[in-house]
């Protein structure tokens, strides 16, 4: 029997009603993640071809998978990538590339488009990737900064994750208080802890 992924609106009620999610290398911190409460695990880093039967251990805990097609090795940022992460039964795929969110649409999985603002000339460039990739979700790092830069960013019609620098309760806070769907981090104290 073929997995399916959830669709795309199911995955963002899990990570709405638990929003902080577990950031982890492949074969690091998975033991602490599958017992957390966090709903879903984005592995950052890794062998790909080790993570078909990590993505089973993952689903057989309860948990939803995102893996970062542009990070993980192994792993070419085109359609044969996408595809190979579908069949290995993977929910999401994070990328820096927009050209890649149609073909992980196409195959049925979440989209996630992980944007990198270092400076304020990159919202504008953000904001036009957005337009042209259409995700399902969008990702800003360094998460920590979202509170202050929401203001300056137009209002996006798809839900936003905040990643990076996340270590602690009030981050966590403010950064669901500045919009944001949920938080990615690799502290394990914060994992699924239903800060709000």
């Given amino acids: 029997m073929t997995y399916a992924p959830p669709d795309p609106r199911a995955f963002i ?3 709405a009603a638990e929003p902080c999610c577990a950031a982890i290398t492949a074969g690091t911190s998975v033991d602490a993640a599958l017992s957390s409460r966090a709903p879903v695990l984005f592995i950052l ?17 309860g948990k939803l998978v995102a893996v970062h097609i542009d990070l993980v090795s192994g792993l070419r940022q085109d359609r044969a990538g996408v595809a190979w992460l579908a069949s290995a ?20 999985m979440t989209a996630i488009l992980r944007l990198l603002i270092v400076r304020r000339s990159q919202l504008d460039s953000a904001v036009q990737a957005i337009g042209h990739s259409s995700p399902n979700v969008v990702e ?7 509170p ?3 203001d300056r960013m137009p209002p996006f019609t798809m839900p936003v994750l ?34 709000a």
């Fill in 13 to 15: 009620a899990r990570i």
């Fill in 45 to 61: 880093r890794g062998n790909g071809l080790s993570l078909t039967p990590l993505v089973r251990r993952i689903h057989e805990a």
């Fill in 140 to 146: 800003i790092l360094p998460g920590v900064l979202f």
């Fill in 89 to 108: 039964g993977v929910d999401a795929v994070i990328s820096s590339h927009g050209q890649l969110m149609a073909s992980i649409r196409s195959e049925g």
């Fill in 162 to 195: 905040a990643g990076g620098f996340i270590r602690t309760e009030s981050d966590v806070r403010a950064v669901l208080n500045a919009g944001a769907l949920g938080v990615t981090t690799s502290s394990k104290a914060l994992w699924g802890d239903g800060v």
């Fill in 148 to 150: 202050s830069i929401v």
